[in-house]
């Protein structure tokens, strides 16, 4: 292990011929120098390298290493956790619609703005995990297709379809939840959106208030929790022993 920014202390040349009073300056300097590493030293250094930590506690930042054996305890990551207290109905069946999020249960990092755009504060990739409530009211069975949009562009490949049944009866609609989750990459002040589209109107996101007999919470039409996953690396690594050439803006390469 190596503590950084701490120095071994300039000892003393020693004169041709012996000398007592240099002796004791050289034992002076030794003590010394083995009392700091035995109590200040990982006080005093700047930094520290090492090829393991295991166990303790820590506190500070910009942490680089490969691997870090303990409990973890005061790493706070960022993550989000949010829901809607309203219906969410379509005008209509050729529209895409953000699901909204009026209610903030806890966050850190991670803010909702706008009412539908999920915003983070750090770069990195994110786990995006959602349930929504899916109503159809029709006497037809119905699809509601919900996909991803990050920065107001939909994310290639991210569309997924539901089938609802129809109406159990004149006011019973067909219920359903509708669950997933989705990495996506994003940097700060980034967003991403949860799109959704119906083939009718009578089909939407719904609320249903706290029922009863037995008490039980209220149902919201949409839940959503988003959670750091890893930092997005800064460079990458190509295992090639030949030479590489790159076209317009290259990033940087690491040899390995």
């Not at 119905?142 to 994310?155: A, C, L, S, V």
């Not at 002040?189 to 706290?210: K, N, R």
């Amino acid at each position: 292990m190596a503590l950084v920014g701490f120095k071994a202390p300039a000892l003393p040349l020693p004169p041709p011929q012996y000398d007592v009073r240099q002796q004791n300056e050289l034992n002076r300097a030794l003590r010394l120098y083995f009392n700091r590493l035995d109590s200040f030293a990982p006080n005093q250094a700047e930094s520290y390298t090492a090829d393991e930590f295991i166990g303790g506690s820590f506190t500070g930042g910009n942490i680089k290493a490969t691997s870090i054996t303990g409990f973890g305890r005061g790493l706070e990551l960022p993550y989000g956790s949010f829901y809607d207290t309203t219906d969410q109905v379509a005008v209509s069946t050729t529209t895409a619609y953000a699901m909204t999020l009026n209610t903030t249960s806890i966050a850190s990092g991670v803010r909702v703005t706008n009412s539908s755009r999920i915003s983070v504060g750090y770069k990195g990739v994110y786990n995006l995990q959602f349930s929504c409530q899916l109503t159809n009211t029709t006497n037809a069975s119905q699809d509601i297709d919900i996909w991803f949009r990050k920065n107001g562009t939909d994310i290639t490949d991210s569309n997924s379809r539901f089938g609802l049944a129809p109406r159990k009866g004149v006011g019973d609609p067909y219920h359903v939840i509708a669950a997933l989750n989705f990495f996506v990459d994003l940097t700060a002040s980034d967003y991403v959106e949860i799109v959704w589209c119906t083939t009718d109107v009578g089909a939407y996101l719904e609320y249903y208030t706290a029922p009863s007999s037995p008490t039980r919470p209220a149902i919201p039409s949409v839940i959503l929790t988003v959670s750091w996953v890893s930092a997005l690396p800064a460079q990458f690594a190509l295992p090639f022993t030949g030479a590489a050439a790159f076209a317009g803006v290259a990033p940087t390469v690491t040899i390995a």
